[in-house]
C-alpha cells in the first residue's frame, strides 16, 4: 500500500541546472506536504513544506508547486549545486491522523560539477 | 539544543534475538516517533508516543514495542528478529504543538543487521 509514489528514483544533472522530482498521492484528507533531505549516514532532515491551499511555495533555490486537483506535487531545485547530492523524500500527513509521516519512495539526486 | 541522539550507531543481530534502540529527543520536545527505512526505499512509520503513551502505530506487527520516558527519551524493542528486520531505525522528535508545522527532527538513526 503505498500511499505517496514518488518519481523518478534517481536523477542526474549538472551544476547549475534545474532538478525536478514528481510525487503523487491517494488520500485526499493529507493536509501537509513536506520534503526531506537525506544525507548518506543521517537522518531526513526538512527542506521545504506546503500546505493544500497554496499552489507554490519557494525558498531560495527550492521551490514546491501543488496541484490539488490532480493530488501531484513536486520539487524544483533551481541553478542545482554539487552540495545538493543528496536523496529526496516527498511525504504526506494529516492532522486527524496523529501527524504521522506518510514517504514517497525516494529520488537520489546527483549533481555533476 | 543537542538535536536528536541515537544509539547505538550500527548493531549486528542473530535472527531471533531481541534488540533495544534508543533514543534522546531534543530538548523541549515531547513527542517521539520511530521510522523503519530498509535500503534504497523511504521510512516506514512504525508508532508515535506522547507523554509516555503510544499515540499511533503503523502496519507492524505487536513485536514491534516501545516506550518513552518522563524525560521524553525512547525506546524501540523488536523481539524474535527476522532478516527482514535489518533497516535503519530512524528516531524523530517534536513538540506537539508544532507536529503540524513540519516540526520533527530526525536523529542519524541505527543501522540494524539481522543475520
Known amino acids: 500500500q503505498q500511499q505517496v509514489k514518488q518519481s523518478p528514483q534517481s536523477l542526474i544533472v549538472q551544476k547549475g541546472g534545474i532538478s525536478i522530482i514528481n510525487c503523487a498521492y491517494e488520500?485526499?484528507?493529507?493536509?501537509?506536504f513536506p520534503w526531506y533531505q537525506q544525507f548518506p549516514g543521517k537522518g531526513p532532515a526538512l527542506l521545504i513544506a506546503?500546505?493544500?491551499?497554496?499552489s507554490e511555495k519557494k525558498e531560495g533555490r527550492f521551490t514546491i508547486s501543488f496541484n490539488k486537483s490532480a493530488k501531484q506535487f513536486s520539487l524544483h531545485i533551481m541553478d542545482s549545486q554539487p552540495g545538493d547530492s543528496a536523496t529526496y523524500f516527498c511525504?504526506?500527513?494529516?492532522?486527524?491522523?496523529?501527524?504521522?509521516?506518510?514517504f514517497g519512495g525516494g529520488t537520489r539526486v546527483l549533481v555533476k560539477p | 539544543e543537542t538535536g536528536v541522539t541515537q544509539s547505538p550507531t550500527h548493531l549486528i543481530k542473530t535472527r531471533g534475538q531481541q534488540v533495544t534502540l534508543r533514543c534522546s529527543s531534543q530538548s523541549g520536545h515531547n513527542t517521539v516517533s520511530w521510522y523503519q527505512q530498509a535500503l534504497g526505499q523511504g521510512p516506514q512509520f512504525i508508532f508515535q508516543y506522547y507523554r509516555e503513551e503510544e499515540n499511533g502505530r503503523g502496519n507492524f506487527p505487536p513485536r514491534f514495542s516501545g516506550l518513552q520516558f518522563p524525560n521524553y527519551s525512547s525506546e524501540l524493542n523488536v523481539n524474535a528478529l527476522e532478516l527482514d528486520d535489518s533497516a535503519l531505525y530512524l528516531c524523530?522528535?517534536?513538540?506537539?504543538?508544532?507536529?503540524?508545522?513540519?516540526?520533527?527532527?530526525f536523529g542519524s538513526g541505527t543501522r540494524l543487521t539481522v543475520v
Open positions: 506546503i500546505r493544500p491551499d497554496v
Open positions: 511525504a504526506a500527513s494529516m492532522e486527524a491522523a496523529g501527524n504521522k509521516l506518510t
Open positions: 524523530a522528535s517534536s513538540a506537539l504543538w508544532s507536529l503540524t508545522m513540519g516540526g520533527y527532527t
Open positions: 488520500n485526499t484528507a493529507f493536509d501537509y
